[in-house]
């Protein structure tokens, strides 16, 4: 445990500096491109907890006008890991479709059945005007090594202020601890900009949230590179 404690420790070190780098190169190239880090406390996603501790969730998007495409990931030092595929397109009014793949490294790749299948495939729908976001989303297929039953929604709603966000979000499926649909992520969240060279500023977040459907309060800061 403490080895694996050590090289997360140091993964964690390599992510930030490379990502600084790249941060750099991405001013100077304009690049089309783009990866990135976010280190946080722990991994709160639709109001449920994930993982132990600190977690480190390193992407690589390319983009190109409203299309956006990319892997996300998740990784912390208990073992929980996440490497998530997707792509979406953003319309000038607001408006965006998506797709995308849950994935969990350590279940075969491949392996896309019913029963013991990898994959959770979601339609991701989107609007955002001002402050105003709201989103919709729906997997489409069953995947037992995944954990979905296929037809899981999740629809949230959020409003984002001079100096904070508000958020309130429901779902049902993989989302609740019955599958039936209730509220499970409600919450309000801050962010700031700490500033550490002329060209080079890390954002900072913190959210409060709240699962009433799993009666859990978190509180959950993050750093981005």
């Known amino acids: 445990m403490k080895k694996t404690r050590m090289v997360f420790v140091v993964l964690v070190g390599l ?3 490379s990502s600084a780098r790249v941060l750099a190169q991405d001013e100077v190239t304009n690049s089309k491109f783009n990866v990135g880090a976010d280190l946080y406390s722990n991994y709160i996603w639709r109001g449920t907890k994930y993982g132990q501790g600190p977690s ?3 992407s690589l998007k390319f983009v190109s006008g409203g299309l956006t495409a990319g892997v996300w990931g998740s990784f912390d030092a208990s073992g929980y ?3 998530d595929p997707y792509i979406s397109y953003t319309l000038p009014f607001g408006l965006s479709l998506g797709l995308t793949d849950y994935y969990y490294p350590g279940l075969a790749f491949f392996e896309v059945s019913d ?3 990898s994959h959770a495939f979601e339609i991701n729908g989107g ?6 976001s709201l989103s919709a989303n729906y997997i489409v297929n069953e995947a037992g090594g995944a954990a979905s039953a296929g ?8 409003y984002t202020f001079k100096d904070f966000s508000l958020f ?10 019955d599958g039936e649909f209730a509220f499970c992520n409600l919450g309000i969240g801050a962010t700031k900009t700490i500033r550490i060279t002329d060209s080079f500023s890390i954002p900072v977040n913190g959210q409060v949230i709240l699962n009433p459907e799993r009666e859990q309060l978190y509180i959950v800061v993050g750093f981005s590179f």
């Open 15 to 17: 992510v930030i500096i």
């Open 56 to 58: 480190v969730q390193p």
């Open 81 to 83: 890991a996440e490497a």
């Open 115 to 117: 029963t013991a299948g």
């Open 127 to 132: 609007f955002a005007k001002g402050g105003f």
């Open 151 to 158: 037809g899981d929604m999740y629809f949230q709603a959020g």
């Open 168 to 177: 309130a979000g429901a779902g049902d499926g993989w989302h609740t601890s």
